[in-house]
């Protein structure tokens, strides 16, 4: 008797959930789990199409051990843009080793930062091959430690026709772990200290560790792709004001970069509350997308 009982229930429930489940993911998009190959290990990743695509992009990790972005991913393909997002090497489905701690040398040396650009640039690869329209322009979207990893990405693989970077450096890893060790995770590091201090820290602060800095300017330097980066003010990983001077040198020199910046925000422009910078991103890569298209048909 209790068995039946349940098992209705259970039978009820399910009919009840599954039209919600199935509106969820087919009514803008569909979902399809992908497996894919990079650097001798196999990762895995989900591919979310609209049914209508305008665009599409790959979404490169930060620094974390992070799984694939399906909560970011469909608010944009909602809009849509057609995602690949994958769980970083070495967590979640994906093979390989995830290189750790978050700060450290073995995190972001130029070894690690290399082979997770090449990871990036294997998911593009895959993804033109899933894209029914092939000339469905490709970018790159990316948080924090994606700063450095896009640029080297964009600068190997011709596919990459833009790039949306969330709370990301224009610094050297150097640079960046000692504005980090010096805020040492204060949130209210910047109602007690200046501009001039953070600065002059970032500047001439004794490294704690020892390797080749992954200069993220001299990359940019070759590349000719749009790009738009978004800062929070509050930041306290990455010294935004001291990053946004080096994009106005970029800039003043033709490249098409641009940025915003947000008062209130701090280093999670992705995922903050205020959906604003998402909003901003979603219709830059309406617009730029458009003009790519535009600019291939004139050919």
């Not at 960046?176 to 501009?195: C, K, V």
């Amino acid at each position: 008797m209790n068995i039946t009982f349940f098992s209705s229930l259970f039978l009820w429930l399910l009919l009840m959930t599954l039209p919600e489940m199935v509106c969820s993911q087919s009514a803008d998009f569909t979902i399809q789990d992908i497996k894919f190959e990079s650097q001798g290990v196999t990762l895995a990743g989900t591919i979310l199409t609209p049914k209508k695509t305008i665009a599409a992009v790959v979404i490169v990790h930060g620094s974390d051990p992070v799984k694939r972005e399906m909560e970011f991913a469909k608010r944009l393909a909602k809009e849509g843009i057609a995602v690949l997002t994958y769980d970083k090497r070495g967590v979640g489905e994906s093979g390989g080793v995830y290189v750790g701690p978050s700060v450290g040398t073995n995190n972001i040396d130029n070894t690690n930062l290399n082979l997770l650009s090449l990871d990036a640039s294997s998911a593009v690869n895959t993804f033109r091959i899933y894209l029914k329209d092939k000339k469905t322009p490709i970018g790159l979207v990316g948080f924090s430690q994606a700063g450095w990893i896009i640029p080297i990405t964009a600068s190997k693989n011709s596919q990459i026709k833009f790039m949306v970077l969330f709370s990301c450096p224009t610094i050297t890893t150097l640079e960046q772990l000692r504005f980090q060790f010096y805020t040492n995770g204060n949130n209210d590091f910047w109602g007690n200290h200046t501009e001039s201090d953070a600065r002059e820290h970032t500047k001439n602060d004794k490294d704690r560790y020892q390797f080749v800095a992954t200069d993220p300017m001299i990359t940019l330097n070759t590349l000719s792709i749009p790009g738009l980066w978004l800062f929070g003010e509050k930041d306290i990983q990455i010294p935004v004001k001291v990053c946004i001077e080096q994009l106005n040198t970029l800039k003043v020199q033709g490249k098409p970069f641009e940025y915003t910046l947000f008062s209130k925000l701090g280093h999670n422009t992705a995922f903050d509350i205020d959906t604003v910078p998402v909003d901003i991103s979603i219709q830059w890569i309406k617009q730029k997308t458009l003009n790519i298209k535009k600019f291939n048909a004139s050919k």
